[in-house]
Antibody, heavy 118, light 113 residues
Framework: QVQLVQSGPEMKKPGASVKVSCKASGYDFTNSYLHWVRQTPGQGLEWMGWLNPNGGGTNYAQKFKGRVAMTRDTSITTAYLEVRGLKSDDTAVYYC???????????WGQGTPVTVSS | DIVMTQSPDSLAVSLGERATINCKSSQSVLYSPNNKNYLGWYQQKPGQPPRLLIYWASARESGVPDRFSGSGSGTDFTLTISGLQAEDVAVYYCQQYFTTPQTFGQGTKVEIK
């Protein structure tokens, strides 16, 4: 069965970077785009962008361009989200989610809480 | 960006009764060449990720009970839960995937009256 297993909670100071991983199994990793979505109490669900594991192409939301990087390691079917220059309002649960083939997400990881605080 | 607005923010419904959630987009999410509305609905329970219920505005995802149905086109959409069950208590979100950035509604919390 399709599974997306994310790395554990993170606590970071303002200005630091965080890298979240998303291990995929149960399907052909290179055959489906992966999206990253975050959830904050204030902004709700926010789409951050997608990664094409086949080739590494990306499409970032304008809001996050220059501050995030979505990468992958196909040998271990794992995708990564790096966020740089963390601010307190980056405190959120970060989700990876598989694209069902039409830009919508069907399977989601369990979420990675990231807390940014001095 | 397309703004998605849900109403109401919360509602309380008796067990077995109907719950209706509305979602309005600031511009049409209907793609004319294939006549598909790029609108999905998710259910989220506390401590869990969102679960996809409906895609193309009205198509039910595999495994989703048939008491969940979606309707609408263009800019106005509805999620209906016919015969609310206790396990349906959750927050429901609409999402447009017509264009990037994809955007979500603010959520509607459904509770038991």
């Amino acid at each position: 069965q399709v599974q997306l297993v994310q790395s554990g909670p993170e606590m970071k100071k303002p200005g630091a970077s965080v890298k979240v991983s998303c291990k995929a199994s149960g399907y052909d990793f290179t055959n489906s785009y992966l999206h990253w979505v975050r959830q904050t109490p204030g902004q709700g669900l926010e789409w951050m962008g997608w990664l094409n594991p086949n080739g590494g192409g990306t499409n970032y939301a304008q809001k996050f361009k220059g501050r995030v990087a979505m990468t992958r390691d196909t040998s271990i079917t794992t995708a990564y989200l790096e966020v740089r220059g963390l601010k307190s309002d980056d405190t959120a649960v970060y989700y990876c989610a598989r694209d069902r083939g039409d830009a919508l997400q069907d399977f989601w990881g369990q979420g990675t809480p990231v807390t940014v605080s001095s | 960006d397309i703004v998605m607005t849900q109403s109401p923010d919360s509602l309380a419904v008796s067990l077995g009764e109907r719950a209706t959630i509305n979602c309005k987009s600031s511009q049409s999410v209907l793609y004319s060449p294939n006549n598909k509305n790029y609108l999905g609905w998710y259910q989220q329970k506390p401590g869990q990720p969102p679960r996809l219920l409906i895609y193309w505005a009205s198509a039910r995802e595999s495994g989703v009970p048939d008491r969940f149905s979606g309707s609408g086109s263009g800019t106005d959409f509805t999620l209906t839960i016919s015969g609310l069950q206790a396990e349906d208590v959750a927050v429901y979100y609409c999402q447009q995937y017509f264009t990037t950035p994809q955007t979500f509604g603010q959520g509607t919390k459904v509770e038991i009256k």
